[in-house]
Nanobody, 115 residues
Framework: QVQLVESGGGLVQPGGSLRLSCAAS????????MGWYRQAPGKQRELVAA???????NYADSVKGRFTISNDNAKNTVYLQMNSLKPEDTGVYYC?????????WGQGTQVIVST
């Protein structure tokens, strides 16, 4: 069973940046579409960014132009570079596999955007 471990969250002021990392325990990225999800307080988990095994990306409108998803297949790691952060970006961020199917959820990493 592949395990996913997210890291890199923290407290940041509006306009700041963070880089999240998601490490997988197995070599899955070369055949998978991976995504970053966000769960804001009191809201459902939503997909904010995705990347296919060959590097094609897609973003939610709310983060387009500010977030960048990337992967390093050799390190079994997917990243989310978050710039120009806004208070509404606050939440717990998770990664998971969209295709060929979801894996067990990791613990996530918390992002708080506040003054």
């Amino acid at each position: 069973q592949v395990q996913l471990v997210e890291s890199g969250g923290g407290l940041v002021q509006p306009g700041g940046s963070l880089r999240l990392s998601c490490a997988a325990s197995g070599s899955i990225f070369s055949i998978s579409t991976m995504g970053w999800y966000r769960q804001a307080p009191g809201k459902q988990r939503e997909l904010v960014a995705a990347i296919t095994h060959n590097g094609a990306t897609n973003y939610a409108d709310s983060v387009k132009g500010r977030f960048t998803i990337s992967n390093d297949n050799a390190k079994n790691t997917v990243y989310l570079q978050m710039n120009s952060l806004k208070p509404e970006d606050t939440g717990v961020y998770y990664c998971n596999r969209l295709f060929p199917g979801l894996l067990s959820w990791g613990q996530g990493t918390q992002v708080i955007v506040s003054t």
